[in-house]
C-alpha cells in the first residue's frame, strides 16, 4: 500500500513537471516576436528575384535576434488580403508587405494599421495611405532618366512607343517622371498594360505592327518599356519578323529600346545585341532586404527613415558586364 502511495507521488510529481515544462516552452515560444513578409507569388521574373532575397533576408534577421519568421507568398489580391488577415489574428510584431497592387490591398493594410502591427510597404504604394515606413527604388527617376537619354539622343524629338507595366503606381510614377522630363517635340503613343509579361509584352508590340502601315513603322525611334521581360517580349517579334522571309514590314528608323529592372536575360541581351541600342536601369529585387532591414529596426526600437527611395543607374553596353551574374535567380 505504501509502496503504491509512493508511486502514485512520484507520477503526480512527473506529471506535475510535465505539465509545467509545457508551460514554459508555450510561453516562450508565446514570447518570440515574429516578422512577417507579405509579397506577391512567382507572377512574373521580378517577383521571383523578391523571394528570393526576402527569404534570406528575413531569415538571417530572425535568427540573429532569437525571433520567429513568416514568409507568404499570395497568387492574387484576395488570397494576399486573407493572408494578411490572418497575419493579425495570430498578432504578428511587424508585416513587410510587397502588395499585389496598392488600391487592392488598401483595406488590408487599414487592417493592420488598427491592429496597432507596424508596416512597412515596398515597391508599390497604397494610394491616399500613410503606412510605418516605406521602401521603393525610384520609379519616378527612371522615367525621368530614361527620358533625359531620349532627349540627348534625338535632339529634334521623336515618335516612341511606351509599353506600360501595369495599372499600379509603379507605372504611374515611371510614366509621370518620363513625361515631365521629355522635350516638347517628341510624340509618344502608349500600346497599353502587359501585366509585366514578356509574352503580353510581344503581344501588344505585334498587334500594333499589324495594325500600323510602314510609314507609321518608320516614325518611330525609341521604345520605352517598363520592364526587362516587357523589352525581351518586343526583341522576341523583332526577332520573328527578321528571321521570317514572308514578313514585309521593316524596323530600319527603330534605334533604342529602353527598359528597366535588373533581369540577366536582359542584361545579356545587351552586352550582346548589335543592331538596337538597348539599356535597362536599376530596379533590383534585393531592394527588399531594405525592406526587411527596416522591419527589424522598428521591432529593435531602433531609428530608421519612413521614406526610403533607392535610386536608380543606367546599365549599358559599356558597363552591364559589371551586372552580369550567373547566379542571380532573376
Not at 534577421?61 to 513568416?70: F, L, R, V
Request: charged share 20%; proline share 3%.
Amino acid at each position: 500500500m505504501k509502496t503504491k502511495h509512493i508511486f502514485k507521488v512520484i507520477a503526480w510529481v512527473v506529471c506535475m513537471t510535465l505539465v509545467m515544462a509545457m508551460g514554459v516552452v508555450g510561453c516562450g515560444k508565446n514570447s518570440k516576436k515574429v516578422i512577417a513578409v507579405s509579397v506577391p507569388g512567382a507572377t512574373h521574373g521580378w517577383p521571383v528575384g523578391v523571394i528570393y532575397h526576402a527569404e534570406k533576408e528575413v531569415k538571417a534577421i530572425a535568427e540573429a535576434n532569437g525571433w520567429d519568421y513568416k514568409l507568404l507568398k499570395a497568387e492574387t489580391a484576395n488570397e494576399q488580403s486573407n493572408q494578411v488577415d490572418t497575419l493579425i489574428s495570430e498578432k504578428v510584431d511587424v508585416i513587410v508587405m510587397l502588395p499585389f497592387d496598392g488600391a487592392s490591398l488598401k483595406a488590408a493594410a487599414a487592417n493592420i494599421q488598427s491592429a496597432g502591427i507596424p508596416l512597412v510597404i515596398f515597391d508599390r504604394e497604397v494610394p491616399d495611405f500613410k503606412p510605418t515606413a516605406t521602401v521603393k527604388g525610384d520609379n519616378v527617376g527612371i522615367g525621368v532618366e530614361t527620358a533625359k537619354i531620349f532627349n540627348a539622343k534625338f535632339p529634334q524629338g521623336t515618335h516612341v512607343l511606351e509599353l506600360m507595366g501595369d495599372t499600379s503606381t509603379v507605372p504611374t510614377q515611371r510614366t509621370d517622371g518620363y513625361d515631365q522630363t521629355i522635350s516638347n517635340n517628341f510624340t509618344k503613343n502608349q500600346l497599353g498594360y502587359t501585366g509585366w509579361q514578356r509574352s503580353e509584352g510581344r503581344k501588344l508590340f505585334e498587334n500594333w505592327v499589324g495594325a500600323s502601315s510602314q510609314q507609321d513603322i518608320d516614325k518611330i525611334q525609341a521604345i520605352f518599356t517598363h520592364d526587362d521581360e516587357i523589352a525581351l517580349g518586343v526583341l522576341d517579334a523583332l526577332d520573328a519578323y527578321s528571321s521570317d522571309s514572308n514578313f514585309k514590314k521593316t524596323f530600319n528608323n527603330l534605334q533604342i529600346i529602353a527598359a528597366s529592372a535588373g533581369n540577366q536575360l536582359m542584361y545579356n541581351r545587351i552586352n550582346t545585341e548589335n543592331r538596337y541600342e538597348l539599356f535597362s536601369m536599376t530596379y533590383s529585387p534585393s531592394m527588399i532586404r531594405e525592406a526587411i532591414k527596416i522591419g527589424a529596426k522598428i521591432l529593435l526600437k531602433e531609428s530608421y527613415e519612413e521614406m526610403t527611395i533607392l535610386p536608380t543607374v543606367e546599365v549599358n553596353k559599356d558597363n552591364v558586364a559589371q551586372y552580369l551574374d550567373a547566379n542571380s535567380p532573376y
